[in-house]
Each structure stands twice: as C-alpha cells, then as structure tokens.
C-alpha cells in the first residue's frame, strides 16, 4: 500500500484512543452510555478489585513496555509510540488498585511501590530501547525480530489467566465495549502500519495477537449465552450492574459480596431478577 501520511497518522490517533483508554478511570452518568464504564473506573465505584488477575495485568504491563521500546527504536509514528505508554500507565494503576482494595496496603505501601515499578519500567525500556537500537545498526535481524516479537507474547501470555477464569466460571464477564474497544485499536493501529513507508510486520503481531485473543473471547461468551451461563456468577443468578454512576451507585448487598469482576455487565439482569420473583430495578 502506498505511503499516505495523513491516513498513518489518523489511524494511529485512532489505535491510541481505541486500545489505551479502556482500562482509564472515565466516569459516565445515567444515559445510554452508563454501562460503559472502564475497568479502573469500576473499580474504584465498588471499592473492589475482586476477580482482577493482577497477573494479567503484570503481563500486560511488562509487555507494553517491551512493545513501547521496539516502537521508538523502529521509529514508528509519534501516536504508535505514546500508545503502549499510556496503555501502561493505566495497567499500573489498575495494579495499584488491587493492592489498595484487595490488600489493604496502607498509602505510602501502595504509592511506593508504584514509584518502583516507575522506575523499573523507566529502566527497562531504555534498556531495550537502545539494545533495539543497536541490532538495528548491526543489522541483526534475528535479534530485531525477536525483541519485536517479544511484547506479543508478553502480552499475549496474559490473557490466559483471563481465559483460565472464563472456563472456571462458564462466563466472559469482561464487557462487550471493553473487548469492542481493545479490537478497533488492534485494528486501527494494524492499518496505520499499513499506510507507512514499510508495512512493519513485526510491529503488527502485537496488535494482530490481541485482536485474535479478544475474538476467542467473544467465541467463548456466545458459547456460554448459549449454554445459559453467561452472567451468572458462581451460580448465584445475579450479575454485577454498571448501569449507574459512581455518585449513584446502587449496590444490593448480595449483588456487592457476589459481584465477581471488574469487567462485568449488567446482562440478563431484569431476566434473572425476574425468575427469582423480584421487581426489576428501574
């Protein structure tokens, strides 16, 4: 495909906001949105990280960091670059949140070892960043794949735990604007590669191997709606509701001690509430 700079660039902005926000803490209100709430935004709204792998997220971390350095050594567009740092930033954040909720970890803990984990990310992407940069001087092909390779498996390799709950529970309960999200930015950002100079395959693993991932879970959920699983956690026969704002939310105490995931959904709510002889919530 021929080199096109403003379509490179507007894809690549489009992969950025596409497959960096999902996990940010955006708020919503009570409209035709208000179920799209973020998984650090859930988080902090229920005050629980219950059901988050915080080894997911630890691969994902570590591999945005590799991808990060690959794409600032192979000199990819600037929105490319920026993207798996703020894909990043988030992931860490929702690391800190499961030692804060889950851990109890006192503030000063909790703030320490994020200026850890800071300073070993700093550390380790200059590191491959310029290891990257010299296999490219050397021409060192096999290194260069490699390293390039690297953060699709890293990241990859995280969703297994992911998968491992999935058939544990007989539910995907990551939300469908969650996996909606994450595969329009491995898209995007696929075909802003697309539109370079060179189409860098290399670099497109990483975004191709999460758009496959995230299909499987889509597989997985229509498979479980089909079985009659899908939404219901650990067999009792409420789903976590995200249908409300932080400030409003409404939690029942059942609902509260069973809600299982970060990532839930209100779906089947109403059909479930009704079953058991309750008027549903309005």
Not at 137 to 157: M, Q, S
Not at 232 to 248: D, K
Not at 252 to 262: D, V
């Amino acid at each position: 495909m021929a080199y096109n700079k403003a379509a490179n660039a507007a894809f690549a902005w489009l992969g950025l906001v596409f497959w960096s926000f999902q996990l940010a803490p955006q708020g919503t209100t009570q409209h035709t949105f208000c179920n799209l709430n973020s998984v650090a935004w859930q988080n902090f709204c229920r005050k629980s990280t219950e059901g988050v792998s915080v080894v997911m997220l630890y691969f994902w971390f570590a591999g945005n960091m590799f991808y990060g350095a690959y794409a600032v050594a192979d000199k990819l567009y600037f929105g490319l670059i920026i993207q798996p740092q703020i894909f990043a930033f988030f992931t860490l954040l929702n690391i800190l949140q499961v030692y804060w909720y889950a851990y109890k970890w006192s503030l000063t803990k909790t703030c320490s070892t994020g200026a850890i984990l800071c300073i070993a990310y700093a550390g380790l992407h200059i590191g491959f960043w310029k290891a990257e940069e010299r296999a490219i001087a050397n021409h060192n092909d096999g290194a260069v794949t490699f390293l390039g390779v690297l953060p699709a498996i890293v990241i990859a390799a995280g969703f297994f735990p992911e998968f491992y709950v999935c058939v544990k529970e007989q539910s995907v309960e990551m939300s469908n604007f969650f996996i909606m999200l994450d595969i329009m930015g491995g898209v995007f950002s696929t075909i802003s590669l697309a539109f370079d100079h060179t189409f860098d395959y290399v670099a497109s693993i990483t975004y191709l191997i999460v758009v496959l991932l995230d299909i499987v879970l889509v597989i997985m959920k229509v498979y479980f709606y089909i079985r009659g699983t899908q939404g219901r956690v650990h067999g009792s026969g409420i789903a976590v509701s995200s249908t409300s704002s932080c400030a409003g939310s409404q939690y029942s105490s059942k609902a509260s001690e069973t809600s299982p995931r970060p990532f839930a959904n209100n779906d089947n709510v109403e059909l479930q509430q009704l079953e058991e002889g309750k008027q549903p919530v309005q």
